[in-house]
């Protein structure tokens, strides 16, 4: 962990601006400079203001700053409200037996809740299939429902998604096209399952948990378990009616895996701690004892240079935590990176040595086009206060040389979304599910 400690610290908002927007400055020259012009950059910055990284060249705020954008909450005068996660005693009612049909009529049953949205898988082709042109992936573009799915000793189906804190999403995201019900945990909360429940997952990686206990609850009776790590200082905290901090949580069925090994981290960003983290599970397949590591995280949010840069630190923090714990196993690294495939930690993801690639690019293999440009239109579409906010920053990436990857779950098309976009009454959370299918130890 990082050798800062967080004690409260009074900010002078006029300094914090000047210093907020100098540091954006000087990552924008970063980028866009030449390494001449960055030296002297760096030796007129240096005595002043922040440093420069050694091994990336990249500017590094001064700690204070540095402190204050990674860990917001704990340098502000708004108390926490420590609630705890309890809010949702009244599912105990459901049979632990409930069947998977008998679930998702629950579900469809609900108040306000209307159809859901409808979407298709799509199955992976090889490059080679390029040569025989739009038929091959006309043919290839089937849909496949869930009963088609079997799970095996030699598949996997993995489901990510950012589910949408419920705080943070009814009293702090502004969705400017949502009806206020449609926001409500009543109105939201079995959308969810529905979504979990539909495609029949065999692990499921989530961001932005803040009903841990309730997830849990209904999952369990669809024979999931599952382990929860919040996030050291989440937003939700300092929300009135809280349901707990948000966190990453990751599901796995319990005849299919058995749990080997847990591990967790709260990223670091040039050793000082941020308010993000990793959840790092072994799971052995009971059929054939292959293992196999699955990763989840929710990288920090919001646009700009500098907050690029950080996202890419917590990036290479999050790789040397995986590679030194996930056993040169196959591997599966799952979550909210917000960051768009233009960005520096996207790159820094496929080239690193653990040698990964982007299910949802390598789907369709086109070797004349970029993995970047391979990637969906769009895997979050919102409508907030300041405007529309359509593009892809939700990423499977899996090991290409020990997991062959069979098919990927489309995104629904804006017509099939809504000109109101989501959440909705129709979807809970302001992302879509990723839902990926793998083979594994089979030739």
């Not at 914090?16 to 927007?21: D, G, H, K, V, Y």
């Not at 993000?276 to 990763?295: D, N, P, R, S």
Request: some cysteine.
């Amino acid at each position: 962990m990082g050798d800062i400690s967080f004690e409260e610290v009074h900010i002078n908002l006029t300094n914090f601006r000047e210093q907020l927007a100098l540091a954006e400055s000087l990552s924008r020259t970063n980028f866009n400079t030449t390494p001449n012009t960055r030296r002297r950059v760096v030796e007129n910055v240096r005595s002043k203001f922040g440093s420069f990284d050694e091994d990336s060249g990249n500017f590094v705020p001064p700690r204070q700053l540095l402190q204050i954008l990674v860990r917001m909450g704990s340098f502000t005068s708004t108390p926490r409200i420590l609630n705890e996660d309890i809010l949702d005693h009244d599912v105990n009612h459901l049979p632990k037996n409930i069947s998977r049909t008998e679930l998702l009529q629950h579900c469809q049953r609900q108040p306000k809740i209307q159809p859901m949205v409808k979407r298709m898988f799509r199955k992976a082709r090889p490059s080679s299939d390029f040569n025989c042109g739009v038929k091959v992936k006309k043919l290839n573009a089937v849909s496949r429902a869930c009963s088609e799915y079997t799970s095996g000793p030699h598949n996997i189906r993995v489901l990510q998604w950012n589910i949408l804190s419920q705080a943070l999403g009814q009293m702090n995201d502004n969705f400017a096209k949502c009806p206020d019900e449609a926001l409500e945990w009543n109105s939201r909360r079995y959308l969810i399952i529905e979504e979990l429940v539909e495609y029949c997952p065999d692990i499921i990686c989530l961001q932005e948990v803040d009903h841990f206990n309730f997830l849990s609850h209904i999952l369990e009776t669809q024979g999931y378990t599952g382990l929860f790590f919040p996030k050291p200082d989440s937003p939700c905290i300092y929300l009135d009616g809280n349901n707990g901090p948000d966190g990453c949580a990751i599901f796995y069925r319990k005849d299919k895996f058995e749990l080997l090994e847990a591990q967790t981290k709260i990223l670091e960003i040039w050793k000082v701690q941020s308010n993000q983290v990793v959840l790092l599970t072994i799971l052995k397949m009971k059929e054939t004892g292959q293992k196999i590591c699955v990763t989840t995280t929710h990288l920090k949010a919001k646009k700009g240079a500098l907050l690029s840069t950080l996202r890419n630190e917590q990036g290479k923090d999050l790789l040397q935590f995986v590679k030194a714990n996930s056993q040169d196993l196959p591997l599966i690294l799952a979550g909210d990176f917000n960051a768009e495939p233009t960005e520096p930690i996207y790159s820094t993801v496929l080239d690193n040595p653990l040698k990964l690639g982007s299910a949802y690019a390598d789907c369709d293999i086109d070797p004349t086009i970029s993995s970047a440009e391979r990637e969906p239109s769009y895997t979050t579409w919102k409508i907030r206060g300041e405007g529309e906010v359509c593009h892809t920053i939700d990423y499977v990436f899996y090991s290409k040389n020990k997991l062959e990857l069979e098919a990927v779950l489309d995104m629904p098309t804006g017509e099939e979304i809504g000109e109101n976009r989501v959440p909705s009454f129709s979807y809970p959370s302001d992302h879509f599910s990723l839902v990926c299918d793998f083979k594994i130890g089979h030739s």
